[in-house]
């Protein structure tokens, strides 16, 4: 069974019964811990380690927007990244050591994700080669300060969220497929010849292993943000650049060596997603999904196995998505500042917070 | 003095061309004190007079069991029901402190978790749950209203009625949750009297203060209030009990099913967002915005409330039937316009930061 953390920490409040609980068993408990890019009233930046119980847990200001954060595997630090097209990022230890401030070069910027090795030793970031109109990954040595110590190909344009799969190796880059140029901020410059891909390489070698597009009528469904679920399937969510009467389906599926399928929502729902995904989440299990949609205000749940609609709940503003201990269950942000949990069935219950939640947020295991 | 010339220089332009018609910002803090007192003070002091008076009547229920007592508790229990609905919407301030929401209103109860303690407390005689000092320490799912519920219209609440011994130990359970109740609703009201710490932030933030560092910050909860109210009620509270068809209807998931209650409790989180609306100042900046507006959001949220009001099936029989589905679905139709049209407009008109995420792709 699984036991309502809500209810267990509850049951807690008092300190006497909370004494009475043996740390193990509390521990077991405890509240999940979560990080995630936010900015306060006062337009200031952070990045912050936090749980829904005692709030932040650590928060470092950032010189300007975030985006996502990657967790170190081991646990030792969690790692914030630059919006686009920004150049920091910053590794935040766990303890009370001072964060590791580090920079893209001076040619490329940061689309604001990244991906650790299983080892914990190199990190992954998509970045922007703008000059010459391409998507590479950058690699840092997580041991030696986040130095780079080399770039492989992100095969195609506009890479954006990434992943790994299972075997540690097997490398998943979501290509947006638009072009951006730092001179020009953040304007779109190629809507109308843009072909987005699912590219899968392989880390150590660099190689390219499989690269999917979609089909013809959808080059402007930007693939955007993405997800490993259970079986390595890879979850996708995209937004779409074409004509606001289309609403094209947003969430797609892949696994290695067959075709993608993207998955309409019942009409009523692709209309209320204003053909923009925000984020995509695995849960704990991996056999359920979250999709935010912040334009529409509405989270989307999705049934990998079947590869199925499950229904929807609002949340204004709505985008950071991460699992929590349970499965069906995930954290919830909001540009409004709601902390939330919601569960597959729709269900939801927030609180109120001070931040306005930036796109994406990390369950911290 | 160049600095004097240039400033009658300045004036006189202005004085030839006239001043642009520059729209002055919303006044934050008036809107704040208006929500405060027209809506916020006088909603938590009216559920706290609905809670004494169900402590008391569930205090003379166990002291002298009938059905008229048990009639006359469940009465002031629907009463207090229906004035919390309209300051359920408020997720700040005092009641957000020591856990008091959740312990007010466990709710969703997904997983029937909530229920499951109210019931093995009973079965098991728990002592410590009959007494308001101890109870305050346990669960929040044992001490607020959906436990009250349980314990008054729940299996076996009619046994209430008779004077027999076994039921003494429900009737004490309630009577200390009716009474752990009310201290949380005076302790709020007392959160919220003038000269409060709290209520001090609230009407005067200050840029070192922890939770609002300008009356614009104060607006923009409210703002939220208003906002997630709507969309609670919308999604929530009637979206996900009816869910797509009869078949996949979860009439148990909407709140107070047991003692009817659901849909005053739908009504009584509208009349809370209008009240804010009206009342709180936000009326008049959509007003300010555009002239007329206001008045078809309020249309529209009246329309919503009565409609909801006239519903006299239980939520299990209204999930079930057609007609009243193809109704409700309309009236989520109509509380979602309501809720885009006023929040763009306050948004504009009182200068929020909104849709940090949504505007600004990525």
Request: proline content about 5%.
């Amino acid at each position: 069974m699984q036991l309502d953390r809500r209810v267990f920490l509850a049951s807690l409040a008092g300190t006497a019964a909370a004494l009475a609980v043996p740390k193990s068993v509390a521990a077991a408990f405890k509240a999940e811990r979560f990080a995630a890019a936010r900015m306060d009233d006062r337009g200031i930046y952070s990045a912050a380690l936090f749980d829904l119980e005692r709030g932040d847990l650590r928060a470092v200001e950032l010189p300007a927007r975030g985006h996502d954060v990657a967790l170190r595997p081991g646990g030792s630090e969690w790692v914030a990244f630059a919006r686009r097209p920004g150049r920091f990022g910053v590794a935040v230890p766990m303890n009370k050591r001072p964060p590791i401030w580090f920079e893209s070069k001076p040619d490329r910027h940061f689309f604001g994700h990244g991906v650790f090795s299983p080892d914990g030793r190199l990190l992954y970031t998509t970045e922007n080669d703008y000059d010459h109109g391409r998507g590479v990954i950058g690699v840092r040595d997580a041991t030696g300060g986040y130095k780079q110590i080399g770039e492989l190909d992100g095969y195609g344009v506009g890479p954006h969220d990434l992943a790994l799969l299972s075997d540690g190796r097997t490398l998943v880059i979501a290509n947006g497929g638009i072009l951006t140029h730092p001179d020009s901020y953040r304007d779109e410059l190629n809507l109308n010849t843009m072909q987005p891909s699912l590219v899968y390489a392989d880390l150590e070698t660099g190689d390219l292993l499989e690269e999917h597009k979609l089909a013809r009528d959808l080059h402007q469904l930007s693939i955007r943000h993405l997800a490993v679920a259970q079986n390595d399937t890879v979850v996708f969510g995209c937004q779409y650049h074409g004509a606001d009467e289309d609403t094209p389906p947003l969430i797609g599926f892949h696994r290695r060596g067959e075709q993608p399928v993207v998955v309409q929502t019942p009409s009523t729902t692709q209309t209320a997603l204003h053909n923009y995904i925000g984020s995509v989440t695995a849960d704990a299990a991996g056999g359920i999904v979250a999709a935010s949609a912040p334009r529409g205000g509405l989270i989307t749940y999705w049934d990998v196995a079947a590869r199925r609609f499950l229904g929807t709940c609002e949340l204004g503003d709505g985008c950071g998505l991460a699992p929590t201990h349970h499965s069906a269950s995930f954290l919830l942000t909001s540009g409004e500042g709601w902390l939330a949990t919601g569960e597959a069935d729709g269900t939801l219950s927030r609180q109120s917070s001070r931040y306005h939640w930036d796109n994406h947020a990390i369950l911290v295991r | 003095m160049p600095v004097l010339r240039s400033v009658w220089l300045v004036l006189a332009l202005v004085l030839i061309w006239g001043v642009p018609p520059a729209r002055a910002e919303a006044d934050h803090g008036a809107i704040a004190e208006a929500a405060l007192t027209n809506v916020i003070r006088p909603g938590y002091a009216a559920f706290a007079d609905a809670t004494t008076a169900l402590d008391g009547r569930v205090q003379a229920l166990c002291d002298e069991p009938s059905a008229q007592a048990l009639d006359a508790a469940k009465k002031t229990f629907a009463e207090a029901v229906k004035r919390w609905s309209r300051v359920e919407i408020f997720r700040f301030g005092p009641v957000n402190r020591k856990r008091r929401y959740d312990r007010l209103f466990y709710w969703p109860d997904r997983k029937g978790i909530g229920l499951r303690q109210v019931q093995r407390a009973l079965a098991d005689k728990d002592e410590s749950v009959i007494l308001a000092d101890t109870l305050a320490d346990k669960s929040v799912a044992l001490q607020g209203l959906p436990a009250l519920e349980y314990l008054l219209y729940g299996d076996g609440a009619d046994a209430l009625s008779h004077a027999e011994p076994e039921i003494g130990f429900r009737c004490s359970f309630a009577a200390s949750v009716a009474t752990n109740i009310d201290r949380i609703a005076h302790a709020v009201t007392e959160g919220w009297r003038e000269g409060a710490d709290f209520t001090k932030t609230f009407l005067s933030p200050g840029p070192d203060d922890p939770l609002y560092h300008a009356p614009k910050d104060v607006t923009l909860e409210l703002f939220k209030a208003f906002t997630s109210g709507i969309e609670l009620v919308r999604d929530q509270k009637l979206g996900k009990p009816l869910g797509t068809s009869p078949e996949t209807a979860r009439p148990k998931l909407a709140a107070f099913w047991r003692s009817g209650l659901t849909f005053p409790n739908m009504v009584g989180n509208l009349e809370g967002a209008r009240a804010l609306f009206a009342k709180g100042g936000f009326a008049e900046v959509v007003a300010e915005e555009s002239p007329g507006v206001e008045n078809s959001i309020l249309f529209d949220l009246d329309r919503v409330i009565k409609v909801l009001s006239a519903v006299d099936q239980p939520i299990a029989e209204v999930v079930e039937d057609q007609a009243q589905r193809n109704k409700l679905e309309a009236l989520r139709v109509a509380l979602k316009s309501a809720r885009e049209t006023a929040s763009s407009m306050i948004a504009r008109g009182a200068g929020l930061s909104f849709g940090f995420n949504a505007l600004d792709g990525d």
